[in-house]
Nanobody, 121 residues
């Protein structure tokens, strides 16, 4: 059983930045970030493979968000710049055993508890 613990959420003004962290208790093939706004479905944000560091991003965050990893710390980060009010959501860290960077939430085996990100206009 892999434990995922997110941190780094908070309240920020539009145009600002936040960095989310996800500490994993074990090494997985791939780790991703998803988000869910009130009344909406959970959506893919970004994913990264542990081994080679390949990445995938949702079109809505390309050029603004960057996912990275620190293998020594078993931690993945999501640097979020130029934040917009529509980025407001609960952000979840997720991990899967395989290394393919799926965008579907159902492909991920383990989930964190989520961290709130609120962007004010």
């Amino acid at each position: 059983q892999v434990q995922l613990v997110e941190s780094g959420g908070g309240l920020v003004q539009a145009g600002g930045s936040l960095r989310l962290s996800c500490a994993a208790s074990g090494r997985m093939g791939c780790l991703g970030w998803f988000r869910q706004a009130p009344g909406k479905e959970r959506e893919f944000v970004a994913a990264i493979s542990w081994s080679v560091g390949s990445t995938s991003y949702a079109d809505s965050v390309k050029g603004r968000f960057t996912i990275s990893r620190d293998n020594a710390k078993n931690t993945v980060y999501l640097q979020m710049n130029s934040l917009k009010p529509e980025d407001t959501a609960v952000y979840y860290c997720a991990a899967r055993v395989g290394s393919i960077l799926y965008t579907q939430a159902g492909r991920y085996n383990y989930w964190g508890q989520g961290t709130q990100v609120t962007v004010s206009s």
